[in-house]
């Protein structure tokens, strides 16, 4: 079938049908080359035995370390960054539709700093790991509702007002995260909260992802259930009551949903920047202004990116290289092409 | 008389702290009927309508829907009864004429639910209905004023109310359109829909006929026939302006018309 110009407007460069099957086997492959990179180099055929080895009963072919390196040390690791991924960019997706505001993300809205405030706070009191999720989670709403109340407090509600809120919160949590960091014993803690603001991937292991996973997923598929309720709440408060939408608890729900994910992301990942603001703007180039596509797309190719960003993080250099220095060396030039392709492209 | 699906009962409105909008409004709308509110800038004419639709809380006063209070209902049953025409409906993302018509829907649909098959149907009978299809894969944000409000009509017809509620729908549009929206108006009135709709033109009101709402600067609103209520002194009074009712013979009605300055 031949694409229309119409076509490629409302559905952007992907096709119209399929166009999940396809991302799902550009992340499956991607899954696989990641796992074969390292300072130790696995060939692909192993590392699909590896892989293949849990559900037939395979020939062992491959040596113990292979095996570990595959499954206990990369597998994890990208796990961890897929899961990260979806929940930021599907989070930022959430947000920049609901706001209606395609400048708005958990890192500009102050969301992930004030994630980070909660688990510095649970760091500092020593509390377990189920405890600082569920502090990283309250400093997380506590940051939207403060950068959503600003805007109504000043009487209005511009895209810009927003986005100025989300700085003046972000600020203040940094500042509480700094502070929290003059506090912490420099032995320890400082490490650790360090770690957190900084953002990698490094260290996570099966137990981290089992105590966010579910939380993402299970956030994630309610999203991704709303997300033709998203379209109606991106055309604004009134537009969306008057079209019967109880919208006081969709948009609460969408929030919350948002911000859960947010702060799991935070808890396993620390702050990661930039992926939240741009991988929605890639993926409505790539499938059209719906969310019933933008907000799938998102979560797949969020995942592919940070999988891609990750793998360089842990290969480029000898010494790991700072993650969140990645996403934005990449991210920022990335955002800037595509705002100005947005504009010349209408 | 024909049934009453509207009925807006001694409604005043204030916003906090501030002057009154409107007081001891009382209106009553049927099937088939149109109620075109008049009124100068500022009188509380959009207000009225947003009372109308739930979006403001009246102080007093109570508005009942097929004899319900609109209080106790749910937005999805407020939205299965009334549609809404806005002014000017913005869209920050780019969705297609389509997909906005479709999402008239949302009253029928729920929380986790998407458009079917069945609502795309909907949705495509009404845009063949209007003569719109080529619109139907274009932008929304991309289309004229005109054909943008086209698409809103369509997208009230698809939330299939038995109310339609127009602010203002000719006040962003050329000569021609308006009286083409007008013709729609009175079309849908004909198919059963009760149809209430705001103007800035007395002409507007001769031409569609039914009922007119004359709200004051008092935010008062005397209502009757439309021939009734329109009256040269009063016209020129509340508009503050020298406007003459003259009947023409060409086009076989009275204009209101106004004086050379």
């Known amino acids: 079938m031949k694409r229309t110009i119409d076509d490629r407007r409302n559905y952007g460069l992907l096709p119209k049908r399929n166009y999940m099957l396809l991302l799902l086997a550009l992340l499956a492959a991607v899954i696989i080359v990641s796992l074969c990179l390292g300072r130790y180099f696995v060939s692909i055929e192993t590392v699909v035995k590896v892989l293949g080895s849990h559900l037939l009963p395979l020939e062992q072919t491959w040596e113990r370390v292979e095996f570990n390196i595959v499954m206990n040390l990369r597998l994890p690791r990208i ?54 999720q569920i502090l990283a989670f309250i400093g997380g709403i506590a ?7 600003i805007p109504k407090l000043m009487r209005r509600t511009s895209a810009v007002t ?48 089992l105590s966010v ?13 709303m997300r033709w309720r998203i379209n109606i709440l991106s055309m604004g408060e009134d537009e969306a009551r ?5 919208i006081r608890r969709e948009r609460n729900i969408a929030i919350l ?8 992301a935070v808890c396993i990942s620390g702050t990661i920047g930039w992926i939240g603001l741009v991988i929605p703007h890639l993926a409505r180039r790539l499938a059209g202004a719906d969310n019933r596509r933008v907000l799938p797309v998102s979560c797949a190719i969020s995942a592919v990116f940070l999988i891609f960003i990750d793998t360089i993080a842990r290969t480029l250099t000898g010494a790991e290289l700072p993650l969140g220095v990645l996403t934005g060396f990449i991210g920022a030039p990335f955002f800037a092409w595509i705002m100005i392709r947005e504009r010349n492209d209408v | 008389m024909k049934d009453v699906l509207l009925e807006v009962k001694n409604a005043s409105f204030s916003y906090k702290g501030g002057r009154i909008i409107f007081h001891d409004v009382n209106l009553s709308l049927h099937k088939g009927e149109i109620f075109t509110i008049l009124g100068p800038n500022g009188a509380g004419k959009s207000t009225l309508l947003n009372s109308i639709v739930r979006l403001l809380k009246l102080n007093e006063g109570e508005i009942l829907l097929n004899g319900k209070t609109i209080t106790s209902m749910r937005e999805r049953d407020i939205a299965k009864m009334i549609a809404y025409v806005s002014q000017s409906s913005m869209s920050t993302f780019d969705y297609s004429v389509r997909e906005y018509i479709v999402m008239g829907r949302a009253a029928h649909i729920g929380i986790f639910g998407k458009p079917g098959k069945e609502d795309y149907a909907i949705a495509d009978a009404i845009i063949e209905k209007m003569n719109i299809q080529h619109l139907s ?25 038995e109310i339609i509620i127009f602010d203002e729908p000719t006040s962003a549009l050329d000569y021609g359109n308006q009286l083409k929206t007008l013709a729609l108006i009175r079309e849908l009135s004909e198919h059963g829909y009760g149809v209430i709709m705001t103007t800035h033109n007395p002409d507007h009101v001769i031409l569609l006929g039914g009922t007119a709402g ?15 209520m329109l009256d040269e002194t009063y016209l020129s009074e509340l508009y503050r302006a020298n406007l003459k009712l003259v009947y023409v013979d060409d086009v076989k009605r009275k204009a209101c018309l106004a004086m050379r300055f």
Request: neutral net charge.
């Open chain 1, 162 to 209: 927003l986005v100025l809120a989300g700085v003046i919160v972000g600020g203040f949590m940094n500042s509480l995260i700094g502070l929290m960091k003059y506090l912490a014993d420099p032995e320890t803690e400082l490490a650790e909260m360090t770690y957190w603001q900084l953002g990698s991937l490094a260290n996570i292991k099966y137990p981290d992802l």
């Open chain 1, 257 to 264: 949903c948002a911000t859960l994910m947010t702060a799991s």
């Open chain 1, 242 to 246: 008057i079209l019967g939408m109880n």
């Open chain 2, 137 to 161: 894969q274009k932008l929304y944000m991309q289309i004229s004023g005109g054909e943008r409000q086209q698409a809103c009509v369509a997208r009230a017809l698809v939330q299939q109310p």
């Open chain 1, 79 to 132: 796990l961890g960054a897929a899961l990260v991924g979806s929940a930021l960019a599907l989070s930022g997706a959430t947000y920049q539709g609901i706001f209606k505001n395609p400048l708005v993300s958990p890192d500009l809205l102050g969301v992930s700093a004030g994630a980070c405030v909660g688990s510095a706070i649970g760091i500092l009191l020593h509390v377990g790991s189920l405890w600082i």
């Open chain 1, 143 to 149: 940051a939207v509702a403060l950068t959503t109340g």
């Open chain 1, 213 to 225: 996973g579910p939380v993402i997923i299970i956030s994630g598929s309610i999203l991704l259930a």
């Open chain 2, 214 to 228: 004359i709200l004051d600067r008092g935010g008062r609103m005397k209502s009757g026939p439309a021939e009734e």
